[in-house]
Nanobody
């Protein structure tokens, strides 16, 4: 049974940083796509960043230059380093994974999801 467990959320001030981690168990995702999505209150879940099977990375325009996604294959984890945080980054952040290397940016493109971790950025 595949499980994704996020950690590292919390409260930050605008301009600050947070680091989210997602630990996968039940299968190895070293050659597969893993991603981060987020969902703010009363809004749809949206794509934030992803890393593909060849470790290629993809970002939503609103986080380019501020967020960095990376993975540690030995630990079967994916990390999202978030810098220069803005109040509009406040949301629940979800880790997602799929058993193939291609990287979709849609919610329906991922088979496995974590429970989410709250990120709150104060102004």
């Amino acid at each position: 049974q595949v499980q994704l467990v996020e950690s590292g959320g919390g409260l930050a001030q605008a301009g600050g940083s947070l680091r989210l981690s997602c630990a996968a168990s039940g299968r190895t995702f070293s050659s597969a796509a893993m991603a981060w999505f987020r969902q703010a209150p009363a809004k749809e879940r949206e794509f934030v960043a992803a890393i593909g099977g060849g470790d290629s990375t993809y970002y939503a325009d609103f986080v380019k230059g501020r967020f960095t996604i990376s993975r540690d294959n030995a630990k079967n984890t994916v990390t999202l380093q978030m810098n220069s945080l803005k109040p509009e980054d406040t949301a629940v952040y979800y880790c997602a994974a799929r058993p193939w290397p291609e990287v979709p940016s849609t919610v329906s493109g991922y088979d496995y999801w974590g429970q989410g971790t709250q990120v709150t950025v104060s102004s």
